[in-house]
């Protein structure tokens, strides 16, 4: 892929790797692109300005107060230049800045500033790369959607041997171009993803629920919103952080739920209905709270609520594409297996809730992608990496 008329704006920090990054700014500008980099002081040890100078062309930025060769606010400018976003190597302490907000010097005040993908390619000693509060940051990191290419494995130049080496500069240029390929991939489409828990009311302050934080499905917002698509995103009960940029419905019920989708979803290319929606809710709710009586025990009847995917795949337009999630515990594929059939979906994504790594609350997850021409197994990635092979699968 031509990256011609792309401008690229690469932060460099204070690692060994840094050698590297030349290699990267003379590929990406054989391929066109216009490339700006950004330099930490502690990475001018390492490589000089004048070398990223004379392979871009441009000015190297190294001092938030250094008079611009053009006025404008130079981290603002660069921020809104970027089609992409790049820091290659990425230190432990730009990781840690990133996942907490600090904007103390150019790179950071700028990575802060962009609106643009954001690809980083940590490089540091092994144990700075396993330790808990890197390891924290970057899944911080992962799940705002910034991406990772690498760390390898490999001989470390501390001498260690482990994860920690930069990736190659011929990765993650191709990784580059498969972010700036796919940016607008979905541009014209609209697309509906449901997310969270659903709530069934016992009484004014009981309810039945689960254990949903919404992340899945923010996850396929962002990256539907990212990829150009127009976003709808129908949240039911959620502890994760809401995605900017898309439209938003709130609701409480699975019944809620199903009022929503048959209005929506007909308007839609694309729905992916990742929420975790209630079987079953009480049979009444009371109107007031219920109160303990003296040790008896509390029987609840349950009734089963209406199969949403059901419904909506009942009635699904031949254009349209319908995902559904299976979250299993046990048979997992069988399960799946069934509920593609018999919800009219194009594809279903199971996953076993029981797996480290994967369902509820985590940042992760491991998934199986099946169509009626057959599955996929993926690794365990995180959830924006999932949202993004979904997408893929679907546009693929």
């Known amino acids: 892929m031509e990256l011609t008329g792309k401008h690229i704006v690469l932060g460099v920090t204070g690692g060994i790797a840094a050698y590297k990054s030349a290699e990267v700014v003379s590929r990406l500008r054989h391929l066109g692109a216009d490339v700006h980099v950004i330099m930490t002081r502690n990475a001018t040890e390492f490589v000089t300005p004048l070398t990223f100078r004379t392979l871009t062309a441009n000015p190297v930025v ?8 053009e006025w404008n606010v130079e981290h603002v400018a660069l921020a809104k230049l970027a089609d992409i976003f790049v820091i290659a190597p990425a230190t432990a302490n730009i990781l840690a800045k990133m996942a907490n907000g600090f904007a103390d010097d150019m790179l950071s005040t700028t990575v802060l500033a962009t609106k643009a993908p954001v690809l980083v390619a940590p490089a540091m000693n092994t144990g700075m790369w396993t330790a808990k509060a890197t390891q924290q940051n970057v899944s911080v990191l992962k799940n705002r959607g910034v991406l990772f290419a690498g760390p390898e494995s490999g001989m470390l130049a501390c001498g260690d041997e482990g994860k920690g080496r930069m990736s190659e500069p011929a990765d993650i240029v191709r990784k580059i171009q498969e972010i700036l390929g796919r940016t607008e991939d979905l541009a014209g489409k609209k697309l509906l993803v449901t997310a969270g828990s659903t709530r069934e009311r016992l009484d004014p302050v009981r309810f039945l629920t689960n254990d949903s934080s919404g992340k899945m499905g923010f996850a396929i917002a962002e990256a539907a919103r990212d990829r150009g698509a127009e976003v709808t995103l129908v949240k039911g009960n959620t ?22 989708m048959k209005k929506e979803a007909p308007k839609q290319d694309i729905v992916i209905q990742a929420a975790a929606v209630a079987d079953y809710r009480p049979a009444a709710c009371a109107k007031t709270k219920i109160k303990k009586k003296d040790g008896e025990p509390m029987v609840i009847r349950l009734t089963e609520n209406p199969d949403i995917a059901k419904t909506i795949g009942e009635k699904k337009k031949a254009s349209q594409v319908f995902v559904g999630f299976a979250a299993e515990t046990d048979h997992v594929a069988a399960h799946a297996q069934e509920k593609l059939i018999k919800k009219n979906l194009d594809m279903i994504v199971a996953n076993d809730v029981t797996k480290p790594g994967a369902g509820f609350n985590t940042d992760t997850n491991i998934v199986t992608l099946i169509t009626k021409e057959g599955s996929e197994a993926l690794p365990i990635m995180s959830k924006r990496e999932v949202a993004d092979a979904i997408l893929d699968r679907i546009i693929g």
């Open 239 to 260: 502890t994760a952080p809401v995605p900017d940029g898309v439209r938003i419905i709130e609701i409480e019920s699975a019944r809620d739920l199903l009022d929503v």
């Open 62 to 69: 190294t001092d938030t107060f250094a008079e611009p060769e």
